[in-house]
């Protein structure tokens, strides 16, 4: 069936209809055996423009067959309509531009001759525009999917992107915080050591007790910092596992069990904007598009690799289609180095499995 959209299929069969037509004329006119050369010599040509992509001029060589066998055979000149095709859809017009001068000058230019060869370049015309049709379709096709491609390139790049930012914020953080737990708080309890072995050596008197005092209030000043420090670094928001467990509690739709192993915090922080948000995709469809009475949500963390799963017990159809949001997470998990597969034939399932172990690495 492919072959039948071809203009080049149809080109084949316009060669073998005319030399089929060229013989049994020759037959009909009870042409010499010499004469019958000239249909062996343009079935020659039609065979290697059959094998190979022979160059546009080499029509004019079938236009030199049919003159010079034209004198001993008029039926000659109905194979002009083999080379005038030929260049037609070649795009090479003119190399048949001697074609009416040869017909008027000729003693064979009757109705029906004239006919066959306009209609012979009316289809040569056709099959030129429907190639020129084609090529431009698959032009264009090949130009979007190479923009497609170049796209999801680029995607792929801005969520690696977007990781690499993560995780330079997140060390960022922790080299201000060192900064100042070093600035601060390290050279308060220095200075208190310091002033506490002094003590140790003056035990009573005034310069005793402007030691102690100074310990206080470098212990008090330290203690605040420390205190300062690590309200700061609470959040405000629920985060990480905490996002993830408060998900599955505010779920209405239907009853969710949700089990957690593994140590959490080793999990980076750019890994759970990719986990909340595939959980968030899994009970928006499980809400939607399922008649699931139950969802079982799993989180296990291990020393190389994050995995969470979801799985609900409704029923849906194998042949359905990923929507875009879950194809865009398959992305973002293939960017930061993981996967996410859907599995339809037991109720839903989304399992999400991200590695963490580039990312210890890196600390």
Request: with cysteine; net charge positive.
């Amino acid at each position: 069936m492919a072959k039948l959209a071809r203009p080049s299929f149809y080109m084949g069969l316009w060669r073998i209809g005319s030399l089929f037509f060229l013989t049994v004329l020759w037959f009909i006119e009870n042409g010499t055996k010499g004469t019958f050369v000239l249909v062996m010599l343009l079935a020659i040509m039609a065979a290697l423009r059959w094998r190979v992509r022979l160059p546009s001029w080499t029509v004019l060589i079938d236009l030199c067959f049919c003159l010079l066998f034209s004198p001993f055979w008029m039926g000659s000149l109905y194979g002009l309509a083999l080379p005038l095709v030929e260049s037609l859809w070649r795009g090479r017009p003119y190399y048949c531009a001697p074609i009416p001068f040869i017909v008027f000058a000729s003693e064979a230019a009757t109705v029906h001759f004239v006919v066959f060869l306009l209609s012979a370049a009316l289809f040569g015309a056709v099959v030129r525009h429907w190639q020129q049709q084609r090529t431009s379709f698959w032009r264009e096709i090949d130009q979007e999917r190479k923009a497609r491609y170049e796209l999801e390139r680029l995607k792929i790049d801005l969520l690696q992107a977007n990781s690499e930012t993560a995780q330079m914020a997140e060390l960022t953080e922790r080299n201000r915080i060192a900064r100042d737990l070093h600035d601060h708080l390290g050279h308060d309890l220095t200075g208190a050591l310091l002033a506490l072995q002094a003590y140790e050596q003056f035990q009573h008197g005034e310069q005793a007790e402007k030691m102690f005092a100074q310990v206080k209030k470098r212990l008090t000043r330290s203690t605040k910092r420390l205190r300062d420090t690590v309200h700061d670094m609470t959040p405000v928001a629920l985060i990480g596992e905490q996002t993830i467990e408060s998900i599955t509690e505010n779920f209405t739709y239907c009853p969710v069990s949700y089990q957690k192993s593994g140590n959490m915090d080793s999990v980076p922080v750019y890994l759970w904007s990719l986990l909340i948000p595939c959980l968030k995709e899994a009970l928006t469809n499980v809400a939607r598009h399922s008649d699931a009475t139950k969802v079982a949500v799993h989180l296990d963390v291990t020393e190389t690799i994050v995995r969470l799963s979801i799985q609900d017990n409704g029923t849906c159809s194998a042949q359905s289609k990923d929507g875009s949001g879950l194809r865009n997470l398959k992305i973002r998990a293939r960017a930061a180095g993981g996967s996410l597969s859907v599995n339809r034939s037991s109720g839903y399932s989304i399992v999400c499995v991200l590695p963490i172990q580039e990312r210890k690495e890196a600390r």
